[in-house]
């Protein structure tokens, strides 16, 4: 069956140190992977895609890496602050309108 | 830019009564449009999408039902809620049929 897994429900790190959230998938073929930050009430706000082409995506703190032959993508934020607390979705894309999300992981930061 | 709007933001239903929220998006044309639903501390299940004018894809099987009588404007119904339909329901475009999407406010359902 087809499964998309975020391995933390919740991880808390201490506020200047690098997050790492990861994403396992299995039975999927995507040409797209994406990862979103959604707030407690709010919708899901888009942060950053990979192609299945790319091994590595960056925009200012954040650092996303994607391997097809594991069939997983690993999402780094680097010195990370307490507004960074969120939940971070990832969500793959099957380039046919076909787009699945993980359940997410709750990041939070501490001061 | 673009906007996407959703109404209502909270909506408070008995079990069996009929159910219409609305999403508009404002500043593009012809976008595909997306209603999913997120039970709590779960992911988004997609529910419906469109690529057009009156074109609905049903991904689940429900007593929900979607149009999009505008290009801009897509509804999900419901003629008797079940209480297996409270959730947050989150209405999202793009351009084509990959990419990003971005999402609206969310409607926070609960039937009681």
């Known amino acids: 069956s087809q499964k998309i897994e975020q391995n933390s429900e919740a991880l808390n790190i201490q506020e200047g140190k690098t997050a790492t959230l990861t994403c396992n998938y299995t039975?999927?073929?995507?040409?797209?992977l994406q990862w979103y930050r959604q707030d407690p009430g709010r919708g899901p706000v888009f942060l950053l895609l990979i192609r299945e082409n790319e091994k590595e995506k960056r925009k200012e703190r954040l650092k996303v890496t994607f391997d097809t032959t594991l069939k997983q993508s690993l999402f780094h934020i680097t010195a990370s602050q307490p507004a960074d607390s969120a939940t971070y979705l990832c969500a793959l894309d099957q380039n046919n309108n076909d787009m699945r999300f993980g359940a997410g992981t709750r990041l939070t930061v501490k001061p | 830019s673009q906007t996407i709007h959703q109404w209502p933001a909270t909506l408070v239903q008995p079990v069996g009564s009929p159910l219409s929220l609305e999403c508009t998006v404002e500043?593009?044309?012809?976008?595909?449009l997306y209603w999913y639903r997120q039970a709590a501390g779960r992911g988004l299940q997609l529910l419906f999408y469109?690529?057009?004018?009156?074109?609905i894809s049903s991904e689940v099987p429900q007593n929900l039902s979607a149009s999009r009588p505008q290009d801009r404007q897509f509804i999900l119904s419901s003629k008797k809620l079940l209480l297996s339909d409270s959730g947050f329901y989150l209405c999202?475009?793009?351009?084509?049929?990959?990419?990003?999407?971005?999402f609206g406010p969310g409607t926070r359902l609960t039937v009681t």
């Open positions: 039975n999927y073929s995507p040409a797209y």
């Open positions: 999202a475009w793009r351009r084509g049929w990959a990419g990003e999407q971005y």
């Open positions: 500043g593009t044309s012809n976008p595909n």
């Open positions: 469109s690529v057009g004018i009156g074109q």
